[in-house]
């Protein structure tokens, strides 16, 4: 069977910077894809050009057979591939529940079953305590948490992670490692970008690494841990 998501040869450049060269990535249904690299790799540039925020160069995206290569956002989003934001980019002024309604209104038209369908998302990450809370007055690692259930409300099969899981205390990466699990368990495959090597490792199924816009490495965790390439790359950094 095919693969959910495949990238074949993403190339990306920013002027003469080469942010991404020729990347290939695979994300099988319900599998949960690592994607690490040092500061710098290429990491989130390979998130916005998969997402559609930025057209790429060369290269092709495919998703549960549509080709999505260069199209925008909105249709990417229909298509089934919901992300967050390494900076946090919730509705400050609205409420929790309202913020995760706009991810809703992506498959509802009406705002009664828009409700319900956000309600559920933040059930599944742990958040319906504060649907009335007004989303600014969140801490960090709960906004993290809202942008999740946006993503999840409007019925993604594949969320895109960035860095949603960085400068969470020990017990909120915890929190945040459950609710990862909990959505494959709803059948969402996840890409899950990470700098903290730690975290990664142990919700991966598999670990692509990004090295200056290169794809090094790409295994099991445990073998990913001991690649010298790897290594070097993060020791570099
Ligand atoms: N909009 C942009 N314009 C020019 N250079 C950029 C832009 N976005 C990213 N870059 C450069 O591309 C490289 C990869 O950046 P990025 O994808 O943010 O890396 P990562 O997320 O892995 O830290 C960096 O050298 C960065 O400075
Ligand atoms: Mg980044």
């Not at 910077?17 to 319900?30: I, P």
């Not at 390979?46 to 160069?57: A, E, H, K, M, P």
């Not at 999740?148 to 990466?173: H, K, N, Q, Y």
């Not at 959505?183 to 903290?196: M, T």
Request: charge should be neutral; charged fraction near 25%.
């Amino acid at each position: 069977m095919s693969a959910l998501l495949q990238v074949h040869g993403l190339t990306k450049r920013f002027g003469g910077l080469v942010a991404n060269d020729g990347v290939d990535l695979h994300v099988r249904e319900r599998e949960i894809v690592g994607l690490i690299g040092p500061n710098g790799a290429g990491k989130t540039t390979f998130f916005n050009c998969v997402t559609g925020q930025l057209r790429i160069d060369a290269g092709r995206v495919v998703f549960a057979g549509d080709d999505l290569t260069n199209r925008p956002p909105e249709v990417v989003a229909r298509a089934g591939i919901a992300r967050t934001f390494q900076i946090v980019k919730v509705f400050k002024e609205m409420t929790v529940l309202d913020n995760v309604m706009v991810g809703a209104f992506l498959r509802e038209l009406r705002a009664t079953p828009a409700r319900g369908r956000a309600l559920s998302a933040l059930e599944l990450v742990g958040l319906a305590a504060q649907a009335g809370t007004r989303a600014g007055d969140l801490p960090v690692a709960l906004q993290k948490r809202l942008e999740l259930a946006r993503a999840v409300a409007t019925g993604p099969r594949l969320i895109v992670l960035d860095e949603a899981l960085s400068g969470l205390t020990p017990a909120e990466t915890q929190e945040a490692l459950a609710v990862v699990r909990a959505l494959r368990e709803r059948g969402i495959a996840l890409l899950v970008v990470e700098h903290v090597m730690e975290v990664i490792m142990t919700v991966s199924d598999r670990v692509v690494v990004l090295d200056r816009g290169k794809r090094i490495a790409e295994g099991p965790p445990e073998t990913i841990a001991h690649d010298a390439k790897v290594i070097e790359a993060y020791l570099g950094a």
